[in-house]
């Protein structure tokens, strides 16, 4: 069945670091894939998506690429901020299912 | 604007009562779902609604209960033959269901405690 794994956490990184948050999916078919945000008690934010191999989803300064090679779509800032703080979730779906499939998130601390 | 909501906010509630969570959106969309999300941990479907009037169980859909008499509203509740409900409530919902790769959006949540 489908299913995602993403990096453990926590990460810690200091103002202005590279981030990298690795996603790895099991899928079926050709799934879109997604990264979702959390902040501290609140609902999931869309932080970007690819619906198809070799697209590249970004927003914020976050980026990712959708390698289907590889079946990743790894999570990517150049500079991570303090307000970046946050549980980060990678996702995918299938138009052959109608489910969402998350991974377990990735805690990310940045510290000034 | 549209979105998702959910009410109340925080919620709580002693054992063996029932209790029933809103979740109300304004999107138009088809498909909404009820997650249940516990600290440190991912989320895991409870329910799913594709349509009006029909839902599918999840992954943990024992102990809880949905209605889908309106488009615009998905109700869970927590009975109280569910064991540990003390947990983050999440709503989403998508534009359509089977069939599509539409982006799932969110309500902020409901926090659940049983005293």
């Known amino acids: 069945g489908d299913s995602v794994t993403q990096m453990e956490g926590p990460v810690t990184l200091s103002e202005e670091a590279f981030l990298t948050i690795n996603c790895t999916y099991t899928?079926?078919?050709?799934?879109?894939l997604f990264w979702y945000v959390q902040y501290p008690g609140e609902g999931l934010q869309l932080l970007l998506k690819?619906?198809?191999?070799?697209d590249k989803g970004s927003n914020k300064g976050f980026e990712a690429t959708y390698r289907k090679e590889t079946t990743s779509f790894h999570l990517e800032k150049g500079s991570v901020q303090v307000s970046d703080s946050a549980v980060y979730f990678c996702a995918l779906t299938e138009n052959t299912g109608n489910q969402f499939y998350f991974g377990t998130g990735t805690s990310l601390t940045v510290i000034p | 604007d549209g979105g998702i909501t959910q009410s109340p906010k925080y919620l709580f509630r002693k054992e063996g009562q029932n209790v029933t969570l809103s979740c109300e959106q304004n999107l138009n969309h088809d498909a909404m779902y009820w997650y249940r999300q516990d600290p440190g941990q991912g989320l895991r479907l409870i329910y799913y609604s594709q349509i009006v009037n029909d839902f599918q169980k999840g992954d943990i859909a024992e102990g809880y209960s949905v209605s889908r008499e309106k488009k615009e509203s998905f109700p869970l509740t927590v009975t109280s033959a569910q064991k540990n409900p003390t947990a983050f409530y999440l709503c989403a919902s998508t534009r359509r269901g089977t069939g599509s790769t539409d982006t799932q959006y969110f309500g902020p949540g409901t926090r659940l405690t049983v005293l």
């Open positions: 690819a619906t198809k191999a070799d």
């Open positions: 899928a079926t078919g050709y799934p879109s």
